[in-house]
């Protein structure tokens, strides 16, 4: 069964950067997808950034383009969110999922079918 373990979360000031990182095991194939989302106090869970293994394709939120980077270490088994330029709107709980390939709607929680992890928390203050 597949393990995500999500790590990296912390407090920054706005304009701050953090790293995320999401570790898995237990894949059977190489091909497979990951997804960073978020979830603050009372609002919706929301699709930030999502990484294809298969082609390396990436995509990005409109709220987060130019300022977070999504990348993989292969040989780590490793997804990284880079956050650049943090806002208070980027403070939440950071999740990462995983599926068998991007879905068809990848901005939307229910379209993964795969695992998840326990979340990491941002918190981003002024």
């Known amino acids: 069964e597949v393990q995500l373990v999500e790590s990296g979360g912390g407090l920054v000031q706005a304009g701050g950067s953090l790293r995320l990182s999401c570790a898995a095991s237990?894949?059977?194939?190489?091909?497979?997808?990951i997804g960073w989302f978020r979830q603050a106090p009372g609002k919706e869970r929301e699709g930030v950034s999502c990484?294809?293994?298969?082609?390396?394709?990436?995509y990005y939120a409109d709220s987060v383009k130019g300022r977070f980077t999504i990348s993989r270490d292969y040989a780590k088994n490793t997804v990284y969110l880079q956050m650049n330029s943090l806002k208070s709107e980027d403070t939440g709980v950071y999740y990462c999922?995983?599926?068998?390939?991007?879905?068809?709607?990848?901005?939307?929680?229910?379209?993964?079918?795969?695992?998840w992890g326990q979340g990491t928390q941002v918190v981003v203050f002024p």
């Open positions: 999922a995983a599926d068998v390939r991007v879905p068809v709607n990848p901005w939307l929680s229910g379209y993964w079918h795969g695992s």
């Open positions: 237990g894949f059977t194939s190489d091909d497979y997808a």
């Open positions: 990484i294809s293994t298969r082609d390396d394709n990436t």
